[in-house]
């Protein structure tokens, strides 16, 4: 069987279709059922509600600038072992967004408006930390993971009582991202640079806070 080599219009073509679906489809069809179903959802005022549905459209946020984070390191990845792995991860961020798209909708929300801007960023992110190489690049996603990892924490104490199916979708998500992040270390992640962690923590706030409220 002949394997095709992928010319650079190729790759640009794939690049614009993983954009497209990952920025417009707001709920995408996940691999693994929603860690939510069968738990039943509490009545809600309008002020937990619109809480609730801030929280989740930041968490669908992250998941936007998973996918293109682990496309842009993809996409310039040296190495077909990492590429193949980045892009595994990658479609379990898809599961991730699939269940924030739907839990958005059940509270009667929609995702970011910025979504466009949040992929376009976060994808230069990812493809710049590949340039470096692919140790970096891996150190990337241990650092980005760890983050995640720790913001969700920071949900499942800020989410309205009773909000356990959103809940039970934030634990999954945060056990997902911890993994992530050990086979990245695993697989020879390098730690970054000190200033760019705290360069991370400061992006990620201002998304989160932007997000919140669009």
């Known amino acids: 069987m002949t394997v095709r080599t992928l010319s650079p219009l190729d790759r640009l073509l794939i690049e614009a279709e993983r954009a497209l679906d990952t920025v417009f489809v707001a709920t995408p069809a996940a691999r693994e059922p929603s860690p939510a179903g069968g738990i039943a959802d509490p009545v809600f005022d309008d002020t937990a509600r619109r809480h609730a549905a801030g929280l989740m459209r930041i968490n669908h946020v992250g998941e936007v600038c998973a996918q293109a984070l682990y496309f842009g390191q993809a996409a310039v990845a040296r190495d077909a072992t990492l590429r193949a792995h980045l892009l595994e991860a990658a479609a379990e ?31 230069a992110i990812g493809a710049g930390a590949g340039l470096i190489g692919d140790r970096l690049s891996l150190g990337f996603v241990v650092e980005t993971e760890r983050q995640v990892e720790a913001h969700l924490g920071e949900h499942l104490e800020a989410l309205p009582d009773g909000d356990e199916r959103s809940r039970a979708i934030v634990r999954r998500m945060q056990a997902d991202e911890a993994r992530h992040a050990e086979n990245a270390l695993a697989a020879g992640a390098a730690p970054l640079p000190k200033p760019l962690p705290s360069l991370m923590r400061f992006a990620s706030k201002v998304m989160k806070t932007v997000a919140y409220r669009l």
Not at 104 to 120: K, V
């Open 93 to 123: 961020e898809t599961d991730h967004l699939g269940w924030c798209g739907q839990r958005l909708d059940e509270l009667a929300s929609r995702p970011s408006l910025l979504n466009p801007l949040w992929y376009a960023g976060a994808w």
